[in-house]
């Protein structure tokens, strides 16, 4: 089983209490997810946070900004399995450029979240990040 390892990263804005959602386009599909990459080899999961905020958003973030959460494991089928690691992030910056990843962004309140989402990895992991919320 291949194991492959990313961040998944929530973006809270703590005046007006909201979560930043990007939309991602795949064929006929299109879901509202938080920011997902990749760990890079030769990075740590926090350098990927880092590295994924700046490039789906445009954010720059500091490192002592990122709150760790947990793991989370998603076994996709047989044959491949993600070890999520989890972050949140409290910015008050709004200004938000998406890549070419993503064909849309917003910023919605957290009770609206999970009528939104539309993986149950994220309904799981969004939970865990609503905890730190309280």
Known sequence: TAMKYSIEAW???????????LKVKTGQCSFWQPITGGI????SPEAACIREIFEETGLEIELTKLLKISHHTVVVDEDLTILKTLFLVKTKQKDIHISDE??????TEVKNVPDILYWQSNQETFQKILEKLR
């Open 40 to 43: 890079e080899s030769d990075e």
């Open 11 to 21: 973006i809270y804005d703590p005046i007006a209490k909201e979560i930043l959602l």
């Open 102 to 107: 993503h064909i849309d962004f917003m910023w």
